[in-house]
């Protein structure tokens, strides 16, 4: 590829500084929620929260022990009975309920991920959006759940299928999207009838926190319990805890295999959703205009901080020129900033310091193996922790910035000669998570979404997602389904009771 486009430093737009993003007082309490109420951690011992724009410390809260884990899930073992044999139309009330608070909160809960995060405002509103129609979505399919129709499947005897709660379920959540992310396990697992104890990260517990607060009056004691703290030492005692039913996590592979690994003692049921590298796989007959459009948001949303972030283009190589320079000048017009410096801001900062210096330490890798920056490329000055948003070009095949989750406003340009070349080199990384591919012949587009190891393919698309239809990975991915109707079974048991009738 010869694109000779030049490497761009880039700025970061900056706010004024005169109007902070949210009063100190909308805060939540810095403190663990359980049975109903925030209460101090066991040892006193806290931890900073961090702004990732400006580098300044926004608040404290609790380090959680193992000690105060104990005390949530018990909270939610004293809880689980009640709550497990509400209706199912109570339960959808309470769900709608929950969606009608954060509704009338949705600016103060936008804003105060933007200021834990960094995110831009127009991400973050669209993360509380999405959660919002989550547990909406829930509440209607929690009471239409469907089974195998009651019948007689033995002689003389009557089968029905009951559809039972598990119990207690233990969920980690990650920082990318704290309170989507919390909300994708809390919706359907209360809907299915069980109680939580929730884990976020440990550096981005706010608006899990603020959720609590929020909706402390809409769910009875210990149905959903916080306990804010360290992965090894909260997410590992969840679980190891034996009267902890079911552990779901979303995060990264690594964390992944040790929950999975702990787990494995008690014979708990597992939810994984973890890492992703999705392959866009582009032929030659492609709109590489609407690709390109595509990608802009679609490889750097969230400041590509994202599972399913279209990363790594495959395209075909008579085309590779021409849509490399689409993309550099779709991508050239994003907008860098802090969330306050205005509702056009489109790219954050990465989470934290040890993450900014992973993306680049990606990026020199990829450099030294010969990829080209075209665009971005490294650091932008100042504070916070700000990638320049990057394309990179003659990347060759096999290096590890193709392969590894760089999780950063990063996108990839290789290119195939053939269609089943462009299949074994989307399917060689170890993720299978999502993947894309454009084409405007249909039956290459049905054949090829067929022949990718992804739960989720688009065809001409990539990133959308709609909570009727289930998200779930392949591989290191994970296991277990997120949103529609199938993250119900993933959080409840079926019970079959056998009558006989002979007379």
């Known amino acids: 590829m010869t694109t000779t486009a030049t490497t761009t430093s880039g700025t970061v737009r900056r706010g004024t500084g005169t109007t902070p993003i949210l009063a100190s007082e909308a805060l939540p309490p810095g403190q663990h929620f359980i049975a109903g109420g925030f209460r101090p951690g066991i040892t006193g011992e806290k931890q900073a929260v961090v702004n990732p724009a400006n580098e300044s410390t926004i608040c404290e809260v609790a380090q959680g022990t193992a000690e105060d884990a104990d005390a949530a899930v018990l909270a939610a073992v004293e809880a689980k009975e009640a709550w497990g044999r509400t209706l199912p139309k109570k339960r959808a009330e309470t769900l709608l309920a929950i969606a009608d608070r954060l509704e009338e909160n949705a600016d103060l809960l936008a804003r105060l991920e933007s200021l834990n995060t960094g995110k831009p405002l127009m991400v973050s509103e669209d993360d509380v959006a999405s959660s919002i129609d989550s547990f909406r979505f829930m509440a209607g399919a929690a009471r239409a759940t469907t089974s195998l129709a009651a019948g007689e499947y033995a002689e003389d005897h009557l089968s029905v299928i009951l559809r039972e709660p598990l119990g207690v379920v233990g969920v980690v959540t990650p920082w990318n999207y704290p309170l989507l992310m919390a909300v994708w396990k809390i919706a359907p697992i209360l809907a299915a009838g069980n109680t939580i104890v929730l884990k976020p990260s440990e550096q981005t517990p706010l608006t899990t926190l603020k959720f609590a607060e929020l909706t402390a009056d809409l769910l009875p004691p210990g149905v959903l319990n916080i306990v804010t703290g360290l992965g090894p030492v909260i997410g590992e005692r969840l679980a190891a805890h034996p009267n902890v039913d079911m552990i779901a ?151 590890a910035c193709t392969l590894e989750e760089i999780f950063g406003p990063v996108v990839t340009i290789e290119t195939f000669s053939a269609e089943d070349e462009a299949v074994s080199r989307a399917n060689e990384v170890p993720y299978g998570l999502a993947a894309s591919v454009w084409t405007l012949n249909a039956q290459l587009g049905h054949d090829m979404a067929s022949r990718l190891d992804a739960g989720t393919v688009w065809v001409n698309s990539h990133l959308v997602l709609a909570n009727e239809m289930p998200w779930s990975g392949f591989k290191s991915s994970g296991y277990g389904r997120d949103l529609s109707a199938y993250a119900l079974d993933d959080y409840s048991r079926t019970k079959h009771v056998m009558h006989n009738k002979a007379r």
């Open 249 to 399: 996590l979303t995060g990264s592979v690594n964390s992944g295999r040790a929950v999975a690994r702990t787990a494995s003692e008690t014979v708990k049921r597992v939810h994984l959703e973890l890492g992703g590298k999705a392959p866009v796989v582009i032929f030659a007959d492609a709109d590489l205009q609407a690709a390109a459009e595509s990608l802009r948001v679609a490889g750097y949303w969230n400041s590509g901080q994202e599972c399913g972030a279209g990363c790594r283009v495959l395209v075909h190589e008579s085309v590779a020129e021409r849509f490399a320079e689409l993309l550099v000048e779709q991508v050239g017009t994003l907008v860098v900033g802090e969330p306050t410096a205005g509702s056009d801001v489109e790219i954050g900062p990465m989470i934290s310091k040890a993450h900014f210096e992973r993306v680049l330490g990606h990026l020199e890798r990829a450099k030294e193996a010969g990829a080209k920056a075209v665009l971005g490329g490294g650091a932008l000055e100042g504070s916070g922790y700000f990638v320049a948003p990057t394309v990179l070009v003659d990347v060759p095949e096999g290096a």
